[in-house]
Each structure stands twice: as structure tokens, then as C-alpha cells.
């Protein structure tokens, strides 16, 4: 199996920054694509971010466009998500998610395998 921890999460000023991480462990051979999903209270689970292996296929969420970026190290198995100019809408709970193919897809069904989480407060 594949196990995903995620962890940077925590209380930011509205226009403020946040690193999250991402490390797997287990089978990591098994991950190609990554990604960042986000879920805010009484709403679904969306997405935020993913790339690819390589690094080469990258999609953001439009409503982070310009000011997340993600990146991974592979010698690391770590996913990093780098937030920067929060706002109170993005206060939710932030997800790492790994997938088996290779495709960069925003869709939650093309992801096997899931952290438990890591909270992201932004005050106003």
C-alpha cells in the first residue's frame, strides 16, 4: 500500500503564505501523477492542483491560478503545494492525493490513494 502524509497546514493572515508537504511512503513506486484537493466546510472536495512524474503536466484549479504552485521531489516522494496570497476562501481542509496513471486529471475517481488531511485557516 501507499501511505500519505500531509503536513504545513495552519492558521494564516488573509494575503499571507503557506507551504504544504506531502510524503509518501509504502509502495511509492506505484505513484505516477500527484495532487492537491481542498474541502471547505459544507462544501465538496475539490481540486487545487496535480502534476505529473516528471514534473512536465501541471493543471491548477482556476481559483488558484497565480498564486499556488506545486512541485515534487521523487528521490524524496514528497508533493509540495506553495500558497501564497490566501484568502479567507481558501480556508479548508487540504488533501494529498496519488494516483497510479500517469495523467494529470483534476477528477477525485483517478486517485488511488489519499492523506488524511491537514487544515488551512486563513483570517480576514
Known amino acids: 500500500q501507499v501511505q500519505l502524509v500531509e503536513s504545513g497546514g495552519g492558521l494564516v493572515q488573509a494575503g499571507g503564505s503557506l507551504r504544504l508537504s506531502c510524503a509518501a511512503s509504502?509502495?511509492?513506486?506505484?505513484?505516477?501523477?500527484m495532487g492537491w484537493f481542498r474541502q471547505a466546510p459544507g462544501k465538496e472536495r475539490e481540486f487545487a492542483a496535480g502534476i505529473s512524474w516528471s514534473g512536465s503536466s501541471i493543471i491548477l484549479a482556476d481559483s488558484v491560478k497565480g498564486r499556488f504552485t506545486i512541485s515534487r521531489d521523487n528521490a524524496k516522494n514528497t508533493v509540495t503545494l506553495q500558497m501564497n496570497s490566501l484568502q479567507p476562501e481558501d480556508t479548508a481542509v487540504y488533501y494529498c492525493?496519488?494516483?497510479?496513471?500517469?495523467?494529470?486529471?483534476?477528477?477525485?475517481?483517478?486517485?488511488?490513494?489519499w492523506g488524511q488531511g491537514t487544515q488551512v485557516t486563513v483570517s480576514s
Open positions: 509504502g509502495r511509492t513506486f506505484r505513484i505516477n501523477a
Open positions: 492525493a496519488a494516483a497510479k496513471r500517469n495523467q494529470v486529471t483534476p477528477y477525485i475517481d483517478t486517485y488511488d490513494y
